[in-house]
């Protein structure tokens, strides 16, 4: 049975929330808000060029695209497999940037992604890769990319920005800002729980143990990495998406 639930948002837009995941989003005389009134663009696309689409109600099914911030861009490709994703645009979010790609025959994706604050954040997630369950916070202007061929676990958090200021005493400069993009490289493993720091980048072919907490930069392939700070811990190996009953029958 679905369970239905109406509620009052401060702007005074109804939202019916369906099993706590679909949400379609109503103006005052019950109408489908299309998206030009929320000043946000979603494009569908595929190889052969993309289609703007205005209203909530032409998204592909288990998608969600809320909140009120303004100029934002999402592309996404018509493969997409969409367990449950849910875009969060905040108030005082503009110019920011969603790719979210083509799935293939996997498993796709169950990500939140909040556009926190600040303008210009750019999210893309690549072919083929899978996610489990990840809540992604991107603000202050910060860059996300996730390659393709990628398995990331259940429970993943990745913030590329820390959110509060940091000051140094003497000068009052804001020292944390995000120096380099987040970069997670192709075909890598996330373990559960693995948590994603700003600045973090690792390369292709990189497993992250579970737990881990990535910051800064890895260069080398073939690696796990594991602990708090992550630390390189073993070397010259590769993961295979399929199960180690799968290889071994
Ligand atoms: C990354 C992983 C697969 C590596 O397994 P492995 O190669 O068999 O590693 P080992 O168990 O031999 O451990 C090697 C060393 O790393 C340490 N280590 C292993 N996992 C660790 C972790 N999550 N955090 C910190 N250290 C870890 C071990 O204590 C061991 O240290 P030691 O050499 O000092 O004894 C495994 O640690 C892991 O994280 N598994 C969870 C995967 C997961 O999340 N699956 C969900 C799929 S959806």
Known sequence: MKLLRKVRHPNGIRSIYCCGVKIWSYDSRNRARPFRRLKQRVFIYDDNGEREI????????????V??????????????????VCLR???????????LDD???????????????????TIKIGQRTVINGAKIWLGNGSHLRIGD???????????TTDGHAIMDNATGAIINHQKNPCIIGN????????????????????????GTVLTGRFRDEHTIIAGNPG??????????????????C
Request: aromatic share 10%; net charge neutral; hydrophobic share 35%.
């Open 187 to 210: 075909h890598c493993w996330l373990g559960l729980r693995t948590i994603v720091n700003k600045n973090a980048q690792i390369p292709d072919n990189t497993i992250v143990a579970s």
């Open 54 to 65: 205005f209203y909530y109600y032409q998204l592909p099914d288990n998608i969600d695209i």
């Open 89 to 99: 645009f905040d108030k005082r979010t503009a110019d920011n940037l969603c790719v």
């Open 67 to 84: 909140g009120s911030g303004r100029n934002n861009t999402v592309r996404i490709h018509r493969g997409l497999r969409a367990r449950n």
């Open 103 to 121: 799935s293939g025959d996997c498993d796709g994706l169950d990500v939140f992604i909040v556009f926190q604050a600040g303008h210009g954040n």
């Open 149 to 159: 061929d990628c398995m990331l676990s259940y429970e993943i958090m990745i913030r």
């Open 231 to 248: 630390r390189v811990i073993k070397s010259g190996l590769s993961f295979s998406d399929k199960s180690i009953f799968e290889l071994e």
